[in-house]
Antibody, heavy 121, light 107 residues
Framework: EVQLVESGGGLVQPGRSLKLSCAAS????????MAWVRQAPKKGLEWVAT????????YYPDSVKGRFTISRDNAKSSLYLQMNSLKSEDTATYYC??????????????WGQGASVTVSS | DIQMTQSPSSISVSLGDRFTITCRAS??????LSWYQQKPEKSPKLMIY???NLEDGVPSRFSGSRSGSDYSLTINSLESEDTGIYFC?????????FGGGTKLELK
């Protein structure tokens, strides 16, 4: 069974940093692109970052580029999101998601339960 | 960036009704469109990928289609478990973009 378990969320002051982790199991982690998607309270979904299988390629929307860094450790089947210079608008539930392969290429075909991040003084 | 305009934003539907949600892409996305269902306090669940392919385990009353730049998710014979919020996602190019969501409730 595919499992994605996020950790590291919490309350953080504006301008500070936070690092999220996602532990993957039930599939060959190194074969998949991985992503972070967030959802502000009562709002829609926003893609935050994607990383290639080896970690050599990363992608971000303008809203987080330069502040957030996605990384992975294939030996540990773990995904990370380093969030710096946090703003109140970064307050959201952050989901770790697997991006599929073949016909499901780049589709978010498995999701974690989410980690809550609140940016407030 | 590709904009995904989803409609309606919310709707109340009766059990057994047929219902369609639509996402319009601002550029050609060539069927690189997936649909997700989200229940309250739960993570999204993949329902349809590549516009028309039903994800494993998803009931056959769900279907996806395309007409030009409009991509649709149809639920035939709505059941109570189908309530929730539905999102589309274009995965043709980065930045990946979601539709605004459709909240489906029972009348």
């Amino acid at each position: 069974e595919v499992q994605l378990v996020e950790s590291g969320g919490g309350l953080v002051q504006p301008g500070r940093s936070l690092k999220l982790s996602c532990a993957a199991s039930g599939f060959t982690f190194s074969n998949y692109y991985m992503a972070w998607v967030r959802q502000a309270p009562k709002k829609g979904l926003e893609w935050v970052a994607t990383i290639s299988t080896s970690g050599s390629r990363t992608y971000y929307p303008d809203s987080v580029k330069g502040r957030f860094t996605i990384s992975r450790d294939n030996a540990k089947s773990s995904l990370y999101l380093q969030m710096n210079s946090l703003k109140s608008e970064d307050t959201a539930t952050y989901y770790c998601a697997r991006q599929g392969v073949a016909l499901r290429a780049y589709v978010m075909d498995a999701w974690g339960q989410g980690a809550s991040v609140t940016v407030s003084s | 960036d590709i904009q995904m305009t989803q409609s309606p934003s919310s709707i109340s539907v009766s059990l057994g009704d047929r219902f369609t949600i639509t996402c319009r892409a601002s550029q050609d996305i060539g069927n690189y469109l997936s649909w997700y269902q989200q229940k309250p306090e739960k993570s999204p669940k993949l329902m349809i990928y590549r516009a028309t392919n039903l994800e494993d385990g998803v009931p056959s009353r769900f279907s996806g289609s395309r007409s030009g730049s409009d991509y649709s998710l149809t639920i035939n014979s709505l059941e109570s478990e189908d309530t929730g919020i539905y999102f589309c996602l274009q995965h043709k190019q980065y930045p990946l973009t979601f539709g605004g969501g459709t909240k489906l409730e029972l009348k």
